[in-house]
């Protein structure tokens, strides 16, 4: 999967280099470049934001960088583009999109905005190149869009099929299935007074099924109950 970052902070990326997501990187599972939209600006200053038309309070990224950069990204595209911008005002990222992205074939890039946003101009001229997706990770509001698109890269790439070793561990998560996981254990079986619950030490496969989809069902309906359907 090739996903590229734009941003003006690349240094918020090289967390990509470590774990899971850095080997996958390195065996070319996952193709990730990351841009610093100040390299396609033409002033002294490497100025990325303006005020306002309209007036009021903060800045506003101008649309000419993040032209250039967009179209020096899709030039070098073999696959289906897919723009995303991390959005307080956008739909609310899930495990469903995440699957649903790790699936698609499409080429990503996360076009991580700062200050007040993005000129509105640019989600326009990004929907003639590709698809665009404004996306948020819940309803509060971070500083830029680094922090919610590294959320997103993680939870999409680590679905790539060569990125988790073991791809059954991915069947049961929280999400996956509409609810919650289980709790999972491991030795001792007694620690500082708490013991391994009976079912999961007797060795019966049914049993320990059961009883992790029941875990499953009321950790889903007293933590997360909005989850369940009627």
Not at 16 to 26: D, I, K, Q
Not at 42 to 57: F, K, M, Q
Not at 101 to 126: L, N
Request: net charge negative.
């Amino acid at each position: 999967m090739r996903i590229d970052v734009v941003t003006i902070f690349p240094a918020f990326f090289d967390v990509l280099e470590v774990s899971l997501m850095g080997r996958a990187r390195g065996a070319g599972i996952l193709d990730v470049r990351v841009h610093d939209l100040r390299d396609f600006t033409h002033d002294r200053h490497r100025t990325v934001d303006d005020t306002p038309y309209g007036g009021g309070a903060g800045m506003v990224m101008k649309p000419e960088p993040w032209g250039e950069v967009l179209d020096a990204i899709a030039s070098d595209a073999t696959s289906p583009l897919h723009f995303v911008f991390p959005s307080p005002a956008g739909r609310v990222f899930s495990q469903s999109t995440a699957r649903a992205w790790a699936d698609s074939g499409e080429h990503f890039v996360f076009g991580c905005g700062r200050y007040e946003g993005i000129d509105e101009r640019v989600f326009a001229y990004a929907a003639t190149l590709g698809t665009v997706s404004l996306t948020s990770l819940g309803d509060y509001v971070l500083n830029g869009g680094e922090v919610a698109a590294m959320a997103m890269i993680e939870a999409v790439g680590r679905l790539v099929p060569g990125v988790v070793g073991n791809p059954e561990s991915l069947v049961e998560e929280s999400h996956e299935d509409g609810l919650l996981e289980y709790p999972s254990y491991t030795k001792p079986a007694a620690w500082r007074g708490y013991d391994v619950p009976e079912v999961l030490l007797s060795g019966h496969h049914g049993r320990v099924a059961e009883w992790r989809h029941d875990q499953q069902v009321e950790r889903t309906r007293t933590r997360r109950p909005d989850l369940l359907s009627d």
